[in-house]
């Protein structure tokens, strides 16, 4: 049998170690709580062929913009212009991805 009853927690001294160990995730929620909230509110814009095309994200990558010059339209090559929407957007989802693995906590960036 294992000494102090408690199945090896020494009585009541493992209560403080659970405590503890609550006080520490109730902390990382809120931490994360306030990563997510500044990422929402962020804005990060991405460019494509000398910004020609801008797309704007927040840090969650959730389009906020879209931004077309009149030259990046010619109507005889709109896949052209797809293209560069694709790269505006791909580079602004870099940037938030980048800004969510540095704000989360704990190196929980990109799991929610």
């Known amino acids: 049998m294992a000494k102090g009853g408690f199945g090896g927690f020494g009585g009541m001294g493992g209560m403080g170690n659970?405590?503890?160990?609550l006080k520490q995730a109730?902390?990382?929620q809120a931490d994360m709580q306030a990563a997510q909230a500044e990422l929402e509110e962020m804005e990060l814009?991405?460019?494509s062929s000398g910004?020609?095309?801008?797309?704007?994200v927040n840090g969650k990558s959730?389009?906020?913009?879209i931004k077309i010059k009149p030259q990046a339209v010619d109507p005889e090559d709109v896949e052209m212009l797809e293209?560069?929407?694709i790269a505006a957007y791909?580079?602004?989802?870099e940037q938030a991805e980048k800004e969510n693995e540095e704000?989360?906590?704990?190196?929980?960036?990109?799991?929610?």
């Open 62 to 65: 959730k389009v906020k913009a």
């Open 90 to 93: 791909n580079n602004a989802v």
């Open 45 to 47: 814009v991405g460019a």
């Open 18 to 21: 659970m405590q503890q160990m």
């Open 103 to 112: 704000r989360m906590p704990s190196g929980l960036g990109g799991m929610f």
């Open 26 to 28: 109730q902390k990382m």
């Open 83 to 85: 293209d560069l929407i």
């Open 51 to 56: 910004g020609l095309v801008t797309v704007t």
